[in-house]
C-alpha cells in the first residue's frame, strides 16, 4: 500500500514571493505518476501539475514547479510570484501507473497555503 | 481539458430518504470512475471504484448497501445514497481518470453536498 504524507498542515506566504510545500510518500512501485491537485474555497479540485516518476527533469507549469527526489521519495510544489488566487488548500497525490488509466489516488492530508496581500 | 460534471451541486433531505448523486465525464469515455468523501478540511477518502458493466470495489469500512453505485454507460456513474442519515452528510466528489500524451491523469467533478436533516 501506498503513502503519502504532507507535514505542513498550514502555510503562509505574502503575495509575489516564493513558497515551498512538501510532500514525502512510500511505495514499492517503481512506475508511477504524482500529482499536486488544488481545491480553493470554491472545494473543485483542480490539478496543478503532474509528474511521471520515470522522468528525471521536474515538471513545470508556468509559476509551479516540482523538486521530484525518486530515491529519497519526496515531491515538493514551488510556487513563484505567489498571487492571492493561489489561496487554497493543496494536495499531494500518488497514483500507480499500472495497466490502464483506471488506478486510484492516495491523497496526502493537505496543506492549506494562504497568500497574504 | 477533460470535463466532469456532478449533479446535484447540493442537496438537503430528510432523513430516511435516498438521494442519487450523478458523475458525468462529458467529452471522454471513463471505463473507471472513483467516489470520494471529504470532511470539513480534511483529505479525500476514497470509498468505492466504479467500473462500468461490472460490480463497483468498495474500500473498507464503506457499506456497500448504503452507498450503492451503478456505472450503466461509458460516461456516467451513480451514487445513490440510501436511507440516509444525518452522519451521512458530507462532501461526495467523483472522478475520471484519462490518459492524454501517454500519461494518465485524475480529471474530478466539482463535488456534491450533501445535508441530511
Not at chain 2, 27 to 48: E, G, H, I, N
Request: net charge positive.
Amino acid at each position: 500500500a501506498q503513502t503519502v504524507t504532507q507535514s505542513q498542515p498550514e502555510m503562509s506566504v505574502q503575495e509575489a514571493e516564493t513558497v515551498t510545500l512538501s510532500c514525502t510518500y512510500d511505495t514499492s512501485e517503481n512506475n508511477y505518476y504524482l500529482f499536486w491537485y488544488k481545491q480553493p474555497p470554491s472545494r473543485q479540485m483542480i490539478l496543478v501539475i503532474r509528474q511521471e516518476a520515470y522522468k528525471q527533469q521536474n515538471a513545470t507549469e508556468n509559476r509551479f514547479s516540482v523538486n521530484f527526489q525518486k530515491a529519497a521519495k519526496s515531491f515538493s510544489l514551488k510556487i513563484s510570484d505567489s498571487q492571492l488566487g493561489d489561496t487554497a488548500m493543496y494536495f499531494c497525490a500518488f497514483m500507480k501507473h499500472v495497466g490502464g488509466a483506471g488506478n486510484m489516488l492516495t491523497f496526502g492530508g493537505g496543506t492549506r497555503l494562504m497568500v497574504k496581500p | 481539458g477533460a470535463v466532469v460534471s456532478q449533479h446535484p451541486s447540493w442537496v438537503i433531505c430528510k432523513s430516511g430518504t435516498s438521494v442519487k448523486i450523478e458523475c458525468r465525464s462529458l467529452d471522454f469515455q471513463a471505463t473507471t470512475m472513483f467516489w470520494y468523501r471529504q470532511f470539513p478540511k480534511q483529505s479525500l477518502m476514497l470509498m468505492a471504484t466504479s467500473n462500468e458493466g461490472s460490480k463497483a470495489t468498495y474500500e473498507q469500512g464503506v457499506e456497500k448497501d448504503k452507498f450503492l453505485i451503478n456505472h450503466a454507460s461509458l460516461t456516467l456513474s451513480t451514487l445513490t445514497v440510501t436511507s440516509a442519515h444525518p452522519e451521512d452528510s458530507s462532501f461526495y466528489i467523483c472522478s475520471a481518470p484519462l490518459r492524454l500524451a501517454a500519461a494518465d491523469t485524475q480529471y474530478f467533478g466539482p463535488g456534491t453536498r450533501l445535508t441530511v436533516l
